[in-house]
């Protein structure tokens, strides 16, 4: 598993880079909640899922992710902690 602060890292690279959020506080405290206080929408909450996937290499479950259950950035570290890595494809 991948360690919380690496998680925090991880997690504020997307929100930079990927989703063009630029100017974010200096630290993601867990408390932190990504609509009122970093303005997500639910759309935008549903792409940060997709690049935890696609970028971070973590397997989001098929199941129907409920973004409101995202709310703060604590929420999300807890969410990416219970994710596994992808397989890797084409091996067996």
Do not use: Y
Request: hydrophobic letters at 45%.
């Amino acid at each position: 598993m991948m360690p919380r602060e690496a998680r925090r890292s991880g997690l504020r690279g997307l929100m930079e880079q990927d989703l063009g959020l630029g100017q974010l506080p200096e630290r993601l405290d867990d408390e932190l909640r990504l609509a009122e206080d970093l303005g997500l929408d639910s759309i935008l909450v549903m792409q940060l899922i997709v690049w935890i996937e696609v970028r971070l290499g973590l397997a989001v479950p098929d199941a129907e992710v409920d973004p409101r259950a995202l709310a703060t950035v604590g929420s999300v570290l807890d969410f990416m902690g219970e994710l596994r890595p992808l397989a890797a494809e084409g091996k067996g």
